[in-house]
């Protein structure tokens, strides 16, 4: 929950993680999620008007995620969303979460405007898109098969790493050397991703090496999964910039927390075009991002299609 001004001042932004609530299953159970999100929202609104020194006669736009998502999930936010916007006669507008992440740059740099380049990187998306003004998106590039999240996630399971993935093959790879077990380094023509071959070459290197790894084997592996993945997002994301120059390159989403992604990111983007990567707070889901994706939606009348994609 969150308030936001004009779409670009953050008066708010609470977060109230489900990281505890599905460790023990070592992934997100969808129905535990969606009881969370019920039982969790009225006092995190309480918490976000407070934080915001807001009165519900303040709010004049409530935005909320139509998709992509887990539907049980995006039903009980939609639900809620309608109910605010009855009882307090606030209009409602229905935000597209990708869009969102892309938003979460325009928090973090309030002088950023598109047309822009965007990689998106989260649990279920690696899209490379080009917005050409607000509310507007084009798929220059997707993965055919895991996203970047995922493939993270999965292989931090291998690695005996828990829940949840990414973060903690992200401390781990810190203390290893990627050159000690290299992986191979996907590769597809044009501007399509793929990370499930890379996945497998990690299965198959753990059953090669036979037995648990040593703790820097298990470093080395994470350091060389983790960078066979930021390299090709990042030859993707160079590619999309040599054939479309632009001013302005955004990546988001909670990939984008990645401590080696945000290094490199910064090096390959060098001084072809300005890069803005959110703070990590704005990276991973939040709900600021939401309000100020759903506040230039309305504002330039773009219509979310729920039916997932970039649906606009
Ligand atoms: O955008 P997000 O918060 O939720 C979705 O919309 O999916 O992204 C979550 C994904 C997860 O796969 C998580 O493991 C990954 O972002 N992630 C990271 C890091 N922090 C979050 N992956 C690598 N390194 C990180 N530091
Ligand atoms: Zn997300």
Same mark, same amino acid.
Request: charged content about 25%.
């Given at each position: ?16 993680? %489900? ?7 070592g992934g997100v159970v969808p129905e535990l999620a969606a009881r969370d999100h ?19 006669? $303040? ?9 992509? =998502?887990?539907? &049980?999930? !995006? ?22 979460? !990708? ?27 690696? $899209? ?6 607000? /509310? ?8 055919r098969d895991d996203a970047a999240g995922e493939a993270f996630d999965k292989a ?5 790493? /828990?829940? @949840?993935?990414? @973060? ?20 597809? @023509? ?10 497998? +070459? ?5 059953? $090669?090496? &036979?037995?648990?790894?040593?703790? %820097? ?25 040599? =054939?479309? @120059? ?9 990939? +984008? ?30 709900? +600021? ?9 309305? %504002? ?8 997932? =994609?970039?649906?606009?």
């Amino acid at each position: 929950m969150a308030v936001v001004e004009a779409g670009r001042r953050v008066l708010s932004n609470v977060i109230h993680s %489900q990281v505890e609530l599905h460790a023990g299953f070592g992934g997100v159970v969808p129905e535990l999620a969606a009881r969370d999100h019920l039982e969790r929202l009225p006092h995190l609104l309480e918490l976000a008007l407070e934080g915001a020194a807001a009165k519900p006669a $303040d709010v004049d736009l409530i935005a909320v995620t139509r998709g992509p =998502g887990l539907a &049980g999930c !995006l039903l009980v936010g939609t639900g809620v969303a309608e109910g605010l916007s009855a009882a307090w006669s606030a209009d409602l507008t229905g935000v597209n979460h !990708l869009w969102g992440h892309i938003y979460a740059a325009l928090l973090a740099r309030l002088d950023l405007e598109p047309p822009l380049l965007g990689l998106v990187v989260s649990g279920a998306h690696s $899209d490379l898109v080009r917005m050409s003004e607000h /509310g507007r998106f084009e798929v220059l590039g997707r993965t055919r098969d895991d996203a970047a999240g995922e493939a993270f996630d999965k292989a931090a399971r291998m690695l005996g790493l /828990g829940y @949840p993935g990414g @973060p903690a093959l992200d401390r781990l790879a810190r203390t290893g050397d990627p050159r000690r077990q290299r992986l191979p380094r996907p590769s597809l @023509p044009g501007l399509e991703y793929s990370f499930s071959g890379l996945k497998t +070459a990690l299965l198959y290197r753990l059953r $090669d090496l &036979g037995g648990e790894p040593d703790e %820097q084997t298990r470093a080395d592996l994470a350091a060389a999964f983790e960078a066979s993945v930021v390299e090709s997002l990042l030859e993707k994301l160079e590619a999309a910039l040599d =054939g479309e @120059p632009g001013d302005e390159v955004v990546v988001c989403g909670g990939v +984008a927390a990645n401590t080696l992604l945000r290094r490199r990111a910064a090096e390959v983007v060098g001084d072809r075009a300005r890069l803005t990567m959110p703070p990590l707070d704005l990276c991973t889901d939040n709900a +600021a991002m939401i309000a100020a994706a759903g506040f230039f939606g309305r %504002q330039h009348s773009a219509t979310v299609d729920p039916s997932l =994609g970039w649906g606009a």
